[in-house]
């Protein structure tokens, strides 16, 4: 089921260039002791799944340089940036591939 919404999602909105379509994860309303947070004291997660990759940029040669990343990936984002969206009432962010710090693996 999730793969399907991805699908739609991704058709639905197609990034251009090196830029990166991602959903942030879910904040944490719960501590690791139960305590319930209010919503407007929890941080926003700097970790997403990518949605959907753009094909890449051009350098002044014309070589097509792809995106490393690709949809399914978890990264990690930089706490502030990338440019909110919403899709299909979904809240998501764009990001230049530049902009994410990294891959998580496994």
Same mark, same amino acid.
């Given at each position: 089921?999730? #793969?399907?919404?991805? +699908?739609?999602?991704?058709?639905?909105?197609?990034? !251009?260039?090196? @830029? %990166?379509?991602? @959903?942030?994860?879910?904040? *944490?309303? +719960?501590?690791?002791? &139960? %305590?319930y947070?209010?919503?407007?004291?929890?941080?926003?997660?700097?970790e #997403? *799944?990518?949605v959907? =990759? #753009?094909?890449? %940029?051009?350098? =002044?040669? &014309?070589?097509?340089?792809?995106?490393? !990343?690709?949809? &399914?990936?978890? =990264? !990690?984002?930089? $706490?502030?940036?990338?440019?909110? %969206? *919403? =899709?299909?009432?979904? *809240?998501?962010?764009?990001? @230049? $591939?530049?902009?994410? !710090?990294?891959?998580?693996s496994?």
């Open positions: 089921m999730r #793969g399907k919404i991805r +699908q739609a999602l991704a058709r639905s909105l197609a990034p !251009l260039g090196d @830029r %990166i379509l991602v @959903r942030r994860a879910a904040k *944490e309303v +719960q501590t690791a002791g &139960g %305590i947070l209010p919503s407007d004291k929890t941080k926003s997660p700097n #997403g *799944e990518v959907a =990759v #753009g094909p890449g %940029i051009r350098d =002044v040669s &014309g070589n097509l340089h792809t995106p490393t !990343l690709k949809a &399914g990936d978890s =990264v !990690l984002l930089p $706490e502030y940036g990338g440019s909110k %969206i *919403e =899709v299909d009432g979904d *809240e998501m962010y764009l990001y @230049r $591939e530049d902009d994410i !710090l990294g891959k998580f496994g």
